[in-house]
């Protein structure tokens, strides 16, 4: 499958963040960890998630819910960074792997 590119990416986190602003009951933290949670299912389907990236949002969930907003922040910021980088790894595999066949 394609990777997603960046403009796709980027207007698909603010149709997302435009949404919960419209319905208002949302938090900036529950806005920043659904965005981490698009680009995490993004890399997903390119093929390209990493492992670590749905533990990072599991886990910034209980930090919330316990009431470590801190730690919660800091994992999804994590696992943000991981889907982005996932994404642009797929992106640059998409063509990268032409190099390596031997001819």
């Known amino acids: 499958m394609a990777p997603v590119r960046a403009s796709k ?3 698909a986190l603010a149709v997302l ?5 419209a319905a208002g009951c949302t ?6 960890l659904a965005e981490a949670e698009l680009l995490r299912v993004e890399a997903a389907a390119a093929g ?8 990072l949002l599991e886990q910034a969930r ?5 009431g470590d907003m801190d730690a919660a ?6 696992a943000r960074f991981q889907g982005e980088a996932a994404l642009r790894q797929a992106e640059h ?11």
């Open 62 to 66: 209980d930090e919330a819910a316990g």
């Open 93 to 103: 595999e998409a063509s990268a792997w032409q190099n390596r066949v031997v001819q």
């Open 73 to 78: 922040r800091a994992l999804v910021d994590k």
């Open 27 to 32: 938090t900036a933290f529950e806005q920043q």
């Open 9 to 11: 990416r980027g207007m």
């Open 48 to 55: 390209a998630e990493w492992l670590q990236t749905g533990a």
């Open 17 to 21: 963040a435009a949404v919960f602003a």
